[in-house]
């Protein structure tokens, strides 16, 4: 079986399985999603949710938030961790939307990567969820599942990984299929535990199970 032919048997399988997988970060708008999505690095979806709820209602909209100092902002969104420079990041993007792109999210990619604190993944997030184009997120569950699968060999770096992906998933599949891999990933094919092999609807194709099967 070719890479392509794994993943689209993947595919296939986690779009049974979780059919309702979406974005788990809570917004109403592109920015808050942009925020959101610089508070989840090395912090739960869970914990940002709380968090946001406090920093939209004192800030409610892209000028209110660029007029906002870092530290009140940061007082706001310690408990997310690295407090100091997510809210230097959120700042100075905040201000960069007021100030070079009329307070609206830009849905170019390359527009998104020049904003402070926006690298591929928040850039790729924002295409794909906010403004229903191809993209693939490589988050830390992506990166681990599609490893243990087979569908990268032995790649770790978040952009090489996104370039292996997209030469053998569907574009139209692309954000679909990462935010299936996190709800796989939580519930089944886990970091901290051994993974559920047992209840896995990839366990057949999967690369890994016999090396997880022999511990």
Known sequence: MTKKELAAVCIA????EYPASDCTLDYDHAWQ??????????????????????????FPGIR?????SPEEIE???KPCGLGHSKA??????MRM????????????????LSMP????????????????KPAIVTDTHCIRLC??????????????????LWKIIPPEEGNGFCHRLVDHGRAVCTARTKPYCDKCCLADICRARKEFANE
């Open 97 to 112: 939307l007021r100030d070079k792109f009329d307070c609206r999210v830009p849905d170019d990619f390359d527009a998104l």
């Open 147 to 164: 490893n243990r699968i087979g569908l990268v060999d032995n790649c770790k770096d978040p952009a090489k990984v996104e370039k292996a």
């Open 64 to 68: 209110e938030l660029a007029a906002a």
């Open 33 to 58: 999603l942009l925020v959101s999505v610089r508070l989840a690095a090395q912090c739960t979806d869970a914990r940002v949710n709380v968090v946001v709820q406090e920093l939209f209602a004192r």
């Open 88 to 93: 230097r990041d959120i700042s100075a993007c």
């Open 13 to 16: 399988r986690l779009k049974a």
């Open 75 to 77: 007082a706001i969104v």
């Open 117 to 132: 604190g926006v690298g591929r993944k928040s850039a790729n997030l924002i295409m794909g969820d906010v403004f229903g």
